[in-house]
């Protein structure tokens, strides 16, 4: 789910946040206010932490979930503002850290010894989860956090505009350059890939046939597809053809709905948005190939509930993950689906779900299956920072980008030998 507001936290920062508990050791905590106690069970009193989301409602939803639960007393601490991330790994450091909190799958934390092991809750029904959101999860053997939603990204267009431009599809790069220029007049730009671009450069990789880490954790995106991809997004990005400076960001789609653009790169949840505003002229398709080995990809983000493993509650807030994220069925549907539209990580709950079934939902969820791409969990916040340079050097401020892939690579090997040795 996203922040719909331009004073809301950027989606993609908190999607890749994991900076790690030392880099947090110096910030304050969270305030005096602990949110402990006041719910409406017995016995033991638990806190969940959860980012503020976009979407009308949301808030409602959760709370109403924790206090439908009769095992421990749930009071949620809603974090709004730009750093939720910040105030989660400030707060894991103190006395009144959260019994559980929602994030993405990031080697640091297992290795730090901070989310619990839940494999003894999620094995009886790992078979109805998503294998690739169980994947991203597994350390070992062993499974940390439990996915919530799914939230695939792709790119959104305008049919019509399409239509009165004579644009079809694109299905490579080098067609969606030449789409955009085409798309473009004096009052639209042709395409949206967000304010620094950094939302799409996992999918260049994946595109160009490359990926981040190699099954065995060694850097995998050093290749001559990578940098002429490289390249042509450079030539966008000085082609005059590109919206730069949004008033708000990718994940946020009021440039494409305010026709600001012909094409933007977002994510599902903002479908009912787009289609309160422009009705069934919408489209999607996948970033497309670049190169001849490539292969058009959608990124899936999402979101996943852990329990704090040094907490003081750990057993009963496994209780309470379990109960509401594994147990109850219809509060997961909800989630997914009635605050924007996600995917379930539950394979039974995705077939299921009524809105999911047909139209523009129905295609997003057949792009996810087709060309979908998770998080690999050794992929560092260390290592994106490292490709975010990649794609400022090389695309906005032409640099070789034969030679920035290179860099970034040592630097990448340097964090995985941190990692694994």
Not at 117 to 126: R, Y
Not at 295 to 306: A, I, Q, R, T
Not at 324 to 336: G, P, S, T
Request: hydrophobic share 40%.
């Amino acid at each position: 789910m996203s922040a719909f507001s331009n004073t809301n936290m950027d989606r993609r920062t908190l999607m890749r946040a994991a900076m790690g508990l030392a880099a947090a050791g110096g910030l304050a905590a969270c305030g005096s206010n602990t949110g402990r106690g006041g719910g409406s069970g017995s016995g033991k009193n638990l806190v969940q932490y959860f980012h503020a989301y976009g979407e009308a409602g949301v808030e409602q939803a959760v709370k109403k979930y924790a206090k439908a639960y009769k095992g421990a007393n749930v009071t949620t601490q809603w974090i709004t503002g730009n750093n939720f991330e910040q105030k989660l790994f400030a707060a894991l450091l103190t006395d009144n850290a959260p019994d559980v909190f929602e994030f993405h799958p990031q080697i640091q934390l297992i290795k730090s010894g901070q989310v619990a092991d839940l494999t003894d809750i999620i094995e009886p029904v790992k078979n109805d989860f998503n294998q690739a959101d169980i994947k991203s999860h597994t350390v070992d053997g062993k499974i940390y956090g439990v996915r919530m939603i799914d939230d695939p990204q792709f790119f959104f267009y305008r049919p019509s505009m399409f239509e009165k431009a004579g644009v079809k599809v694109p299905t490579t790069l080098e067609e969606l350059v030449e789409a955009a220029a085409k798309l473009k007049t004096s009052k639209v730009k042709g395409a949206y890939l967000g304010n620094d671009l950094t939302p799409v450069q996992h999918n260049l990789i994946w595109s160009a046939g490359a990926d981040t880490l190699t099954a065995d954790n060694k850097p995998a995106f050093n290749t001559d597809a990578v940098a002429d991809g490289l390249k042509q997004l450079r030539g966008l990005f000085t082609s005059g053809d590109l919206l730069l400076g949004a008033p708000a960001d990718w994940w946020d789609p009021s440039a494409f709905t305010q026709g600001l653009t012909a094409i933007q790169w977002c994510g599902m949840w903002a479908m009912p948005v787009m289609q309160k505003a422009l009705g069934d002229d919408i489209g999607i398709f996948p970033f497309p190939k670049v190169g001849s080995a490539g292969k058009e990809s959608v990124y899936n983000g999402g979101w996943s509930m852990f329990v704090n493993a040094k907490g003081k509650n750990v057993e009963a807030a496994k209780e309470y993950v379990k109960w509401l994220w594994i147990d109850q069925k219809e509060y997961q549907e909800d989630f997914a689906t009635s605050y924007g539209f996600h995917i379930p990580p539950r394979t039974s709950l995705a077939q299921s779900a009524d809105k999911l079934k047909s139209g523009l939902p129905a295609e997003g969820v057949k792009l996810f299956n087709e060309f979908g791409h998770f998080d690999n969990i050794g992929w560092t916040q260390a290592m994106i920072a490292a490709f975010n340079d990649v794609m400022a050097n090389s695309v906005r401020k032409n640099g070789d980008p034969k030679a920035q892939l290179a860099a970034c690579e040592k630097k990448v090997d340097a964090e995985l030998k941190k990692l694994f040795g």
